[in-house]
């Protein structure tokens, strides 16, 4: 079994990020109606059992207890995070995954990369290294973020239109 880490950066990044995660839990739902954590579900997303304290709760095996995105979402405007922490896929990140400041960059490249990657390099790096570390065959990284445009996205994203 591989697995994959989605990293979400920015407004666009996370809500297009969040319409992939609802998307792929629906489908999954949709052929596995059984509830069973299987190779395809793995590949996105961590069985794990509430019951146990810390990292070392996941299961590979059997029903699905409770699942948590392979994903570390950033953004340096809180805003987006919190509104997707308040929505129906809450349970569905794991709260030591995220990033996020309350300043923001202002829709400019320039300060996220120059001012807010070097204030929070090691902290991604950090996100970034356990989420590999969930993983029994890591085979890649998927980074969803926008360089700009991400006003268009976000309309399109809250009128259930998938992008």
Request: hydrophobic residues 40%; proline residues 1%.
């Amino acid at each position: 079994m591989t697995q994959s880490v989605v990293v979400q950066v920015g407004q666009c990044g996370n809500q297009v990020g969040c319409c992939f995660w609802d998307l792929a839990l629906r489908e999954h739902a949709a052929v596995n109606q059984k509830g069973i954590y299987d190779e395809a579900i793995s590949s996105f997303f961590r069985n794990v059992d509430t019951r146990v304290v810390g990292d070392g709760g996941s299961i590979s095996k059997g029903k699905i207890c409770s699942l948590k995105a392979r994903a570390v979402l950033i953004d340096m405007e809180e805003g987006v995070v919190n509104e997707i922490l308040q929505g129906p896929l809450r349970d569905v990140f794991d709260s030591k995954q995220l990033i996020t400041d309350i300043s923001g960059s202002g829709n400019n490249w320039a300060v996220g990369h120059k001012v807010f990657g070097s204030l929070y390099q090691e902290q991604i790096l950090e996100k970034l290294r356990k989420s590999a570390e969930h993983c029994d065959c890591l085979q890649c990284f998927f980074i969803i973020h926008s360089m700009g445009g991400g006003k268009v996205i976000h309309s399109f994203a809250y009128n259930n239109v998938k992008v």
